[in-house]
């Protein structure tokens, strides 16, 4: 055995590497463990070959006169540096990636190419005999023409290095730099790469990244910032537009309750005076959803506190009823003079903060439309009441006892004062008898509220259908 390892130590050599990188593929990146183990034995074990083949890395090959022995011992020489360093690489991404994670990739790959560099210079110090003085102060003269040439590369190689060490933002994390909002999927040497809300791939060079400003939306990790801008006309009371605003975050229930949401002034101009709505919520997934229903409930609020934005000699003077009519779907079926009968028939009623004003098991013998304020909706689970839902104005109530007189399925009580308009069950018979796709409608709603019901007392996830359940009431 000893002596076919002398004799041919060079196909043992060849051999080891060979099952080295076999090895290394077939095990995969799951098994770091094990890939490190077999590295280090085949390592040990082309040391032992060389060592029984009389062969040094440390000084130049015994046979000057042997042309065939000289190239074998030289080969393994440079063979063992490059093999060393590979390993070390290895253990040294063995212990970066324990502690700091996918974090540590670019400080792994400068110190595997000093390592690397190590293992050159030494190999052509030890193995060739080359003149490393010489060879260091010509790749120094090539380093500093290669780095002028290569300046804004390096600049964000080294931003990438920065950015790693300080962690601004890491994988995974939902961040903005510099205007450019998306997910960060990979942080490489030259640039990160962030995942738009559109699909797209941004790349961002590290060197602007390490300049910019950077937001992360994912720490702290329990809320995220969500905010509406709203333009309302000058001619607007603030204090009016305020408290219909804030009307609209309380009708927002996806907004977390811990933190309380704010209605300030965002800017003041001649035609149109900006406000700014502010809340956080638990998922930054929901941002858009929850923007989009932020945005709905604060016309809606505005509208029902008399805000309008419709101008000219076309504008028609509807009442608050007709209105109401206008806005809800499910009397979209209806004719303009039916909707106009049925605008007579409104009649209004007002309550305050926290009153009941449909009870559970309540056989309802109207149809209620919210005009202002907020109410909730809560269901009886078997053991308590606990809130699935904030209806607000254009959404109605009681349509289980106008349907089939059955009792309603939750409380609805009123979380502010407002206004909202019932239509009595003789004034809709007629409406439902002539109008099927009213009826539809109501169904519609009842099943979908239902649906809502058992996912509550279930406590199972909602399906989502055509964009949500906060779509769904932006809709109703």
């Known amino acids: 055995m000893l002596a076919t390892l002398q004799a041919h130590p060079l196909i043992v050599g060849v051999i080891l590497i060979t099952l080295d990188l076999t090895l290394w593929q077939c095990l995969g990146a799951q098994r770091r463990h094990l890939q490190l183990c077999v590295r280090l034995l085949i390592f040990l074990a082309f040391c032992w070959v060389m060592m029984s083949a009389g062969i040094s ?17 030289t080969v393994l020489g440079i063979a063992w540096w490059l093999f060393a360093a590979r390993t070390m690489t290895v253990i040294m991404a063995h212990g970066l990636m324990s502690r700091l994670g996918h974090s540590s990739r670019l400080l792994h790959d400068l110190m595997g190419a000093v390592i690397f560099l190590i293992a050159i210079v030494g190999a052509a110090a030890y193995v060739l005999q080359l003149p490393v003085k010489g060879l260091l102060a010509t790749s120094g003269a090539m380093a500093i023409i290669v780095g002028l ?24 994390d939902w961040i903005s730099i510099d205007g450019i909002e998306g997910k960060v999927v990979d942080i490489d040497w030259r640039s990160t790469h962030l995942m738009t ?18 937001l992360n939306f994912s720490r702290p990790g329990n809320k995220h910032g969500v905010s509406v801008i709203i333009a309302i006309p000058s001619s607007v009371r603030p204090r009016r537009a305020i408290d219909a605003l804030e009307k609209a975050l309380q009708g927002t229930r996806a907004l977390l309750p811990g933190f309380k949401p704010k209605v300030s002034v965002k800017g003041s101009h ?3 005076n900006e406000y700014e709505l502010k809340g956080f919520i638990e ?25 309008s934005w419709a101008v000219g000699p076309d504008h028609q003077p509807w009442s608050r009823q007709r209105r109401l009519l206008e806005d809800v779907r499910i009397f979209r079926s209806l004719g303009i003079e039916e909707r106009d009968r049925l605008a007579t028939d409104m009649k209004p009623v007002d309550y305050q903060a926290d009153q009941v004003i449909l009870a559970f098991d309540e056989v309802a013998d109207c149809l209620m439309i919210i005009s202002t304020g907020v109410v909730s909706v809560a269901i009886h689970d078997g053991e308590k009441m606990i809130e699935a839902g904030r209806l607000g104005p254009g959404e109605v109530m009681g349509e289980e006892g106008i349907l089939n007189s059955a009792p309603s399925r939750g409380e609805f009580r009123s979380i502010s004062s407002g206004r909202l308009f019932r239509i009595e069950k003789e004034a809709l018979g007629v409406q439902l008898e002539h109008h099927s796709e009213l009826q539809v409608a109501l169904n519609n709603l009842q099943e979908q509220r239902e649906d809502i019901r058992e996912t509550v007392v279930t406590k199972k996830p909602l399906e989502v259908k055509k964009g949500g359940f906060l779509q769904w009431l932006q809709r109703r």
């Open 197 to 214: 809300e559109m699909g797209s791939m941004a790349v961002l060079p590290n060197s602007m990244a390490a300049k910019a400003r950077i």
């Open 270 to 272: 001649l035609e149109y």
């Open 283 to 307: 998922n930054i997934n929901q941002k858009t959803e929850v923007r989009n229903l932020m945005f709905d409930l604060a016309h809606r609020h505005l509208e029902s506190s008399g805000v």
């Open 57 to 73: 890395p440390l000084q130049p090959p015994l046979w000057p006169d042997d042309a065939i022995l000289n190239l074998m011992g």
């Open 149 to 172: 040439a290569l300046q804004s590369t390096l600049s964000d190689v080294f931003s990438g290095i920065v950015l790693n060490t300080t962690k601004p933002y890491q994988l995974n």
